[in-house]
């Protein structure tokens, strides 16, 4: 396998990655600011992708945001929704067409470069709030990256039926540099512990009963 992996440089697409690598899978990452608030994501993956050595194309559309407003992740008047992700509040970060803009362009990417893969880190618990990240998008997506090119081009999901609890045992079992990825929104020095995403990060971790070697602010 030949993956282009989406990879924000956050804790679900770094173990994706060490996934792929087990599996022998040639990979090349692509981080993009599509003008997220938490563009500090894109620094830690930047570190990631040098300290295990791997390609990482960075693609900067920062006016993306401009078009994608309405989310708190993309426009800042609208306010960044605190407590668990699975609550109705969190779909204030759902950001409109977000996984078909950022896989569209994967795969341009992949099929440009001989590549026949695109993989990304859906998981479980992403479901109850992001409509891109149910197994039906990514199927119809699958079909439709198939339709866009005369080679074929597979999406690759394994962690559509993980929860996140399974992907830091997985992350743990292959070495994956946990300790250097970065999941909250908020943009502070370290993460906020209070937002949606590092609270489903805490979580997580007391889930997989993994040692959590994330900095929270106090
Ligand atoms: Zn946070």
């Avoid at 993956?3 to 060490?18: C, E, H, I, M, P």
């Avoid at 090349?28 to 990482?56: C, V």
């Avoid at 994608?68 to 992740?73: A, D, F, H, M, P």
Wanted: charged letters at 25%; aromatic letters at 8%; a negative charge.
């Amino acid at each position: 396998m030949k993956a282009v992996v989406l990879f924000s440089g956050g804790l679900d697409s770094t173990v994706l990655v060490s996934h792929l690598l087990s599996k022998g899978a040639e990979v090349r990452l692509l981080s993009i600011d599509y003008g997220q608030r938490h563009a500090k994501e894109l620094a830690h993956g930047d570190a990631l992708a040098r300290h295990m050595n791997l390609p990482r194309k960075s693609l900067s559309l920062p006016d993306l945001g401009d078009l994608l407003k309405g989310s708190s992740l993309t426009d800042d008047s609208v306010e960044l929704p605190e407590g668990h992700y699975a609550e109705e509040s969190m779909k204030a970060t759902v950001v409109p067409n977000r996984n078909m803009i950022l896989l569209a362009l994967a795969g341009g990417y992949a099929l440009s470069s001989g590549f026949d893969t695109i993989a990304y880190a859906a998981h479980a618990g992403d479901h109850f709030i992001y409509p891109d990240c149910r197994p039906e998008f990514a199927e119809a997506m699958e079909k439709a990256l198939g339709l866009a090119d005369w080679e074929d081009l597979k999406l690759y999901r394994p962690f559509v039926d993980k929860t996140k609890a399974d992907l830091v045992k997985l992350g743990t079992e292959l070495g994956s540099a946990l300790e250097m990825t970065w999941s909250c929104y908020a943009g502070m020095d370290n993460h906020c512990g209070k937002c949606g995403t590092c609270v489903e990060r805490k979580e997580a971790f007391e889930l997989a009963k993994v040692p959590d070697p994330t900095k929270y602010e106090e």
